[in-house]
């Protein structure tokens, strides 16, 4: 029997086993608990303003050593003040990786792609290794890509409604266009669905609210790792094709009573 290859991914030369990325929008010790013990989470997002927070809760105290620290520019809503936060949070977390996240919208909280890929432009250029989150559109993603880029992050759903993979199509366009790392972020709800974006061949997944509003947060943790393992091996072992029309006998139906 052949050895199993490592199923590995990188982000610039970082590379990772977990395909599992924890949100710390909703954050709680018990979620960033769960998430590293459970769900094997390797790396976690930090807003800058929960760093400064300090006292007892304050995240930097809480994360395990060994896990990747992502800070995001949740808040920004240009590219300046995107790279201004990048930029602190770089000095305040010691880390080069940043989420860029640049949101003018108040109602339905859609990242501005034209605004995102001029911030990703000016830290790839700083040596960041910058992560773009995204409203899923080939066009945004190529100029996100070429200017540096280490890997794009389509929304399945808007932030926090767990409505899942809204935005599939243009997911797939990505994941089938983009030479780089596609990690499906926000609107993930059910392990179901985290399943789904990896059996697409999504490279990770991003979630958050569907753990932290979960009923028992490690149980449901757990479940998540499991769906992204599932997926992943789904994907790699070559998914069966799909018949539009009629069916297809999984056995023959002719010739077994012949002696």
Known sequence: MSEKIKDTWKLGDHEFTSRFILGSGKYSLDLIRAAVEHAGAQIITLALRRANEGGMANILDYIPEGVTLLPNTSGARNADEAVRIARLAR?????????????????????DNYETAKATEILAKEGFVVMPYMYPDLNAARDMANAGAACIMPLGAPIGSNKGICTKEFIQILIDEIDLPIIVDA???????????????????????????????????????????????????????VREKGASASSPLTGFLRE
């Not at 080069?96 to 949101?103: G, L, Y």
């Open 91 to 111: 000095e305040v977390c010691g880390t080069d990786f940043v989420k860029i996240e640049v949101i003018r919208d108040s109602k339905y909280l859609l990242p």
């Open 187 to 241: 609107g993930i709800g059910r392990p179901s669905q985290a399943c789904e974006a990896m059996e697409m061949g999504a490279a990770a997944v991003m979630a958050n609210t569907a753990i932290a509003t979960a009923g028992d947060v490690p149980a449901m943790a757990e479940a998540f790792k499991k769906a992204i393992e599932a997926g992943r091996t789904a994907y790699l072992s070559g998914m069966g094709r």
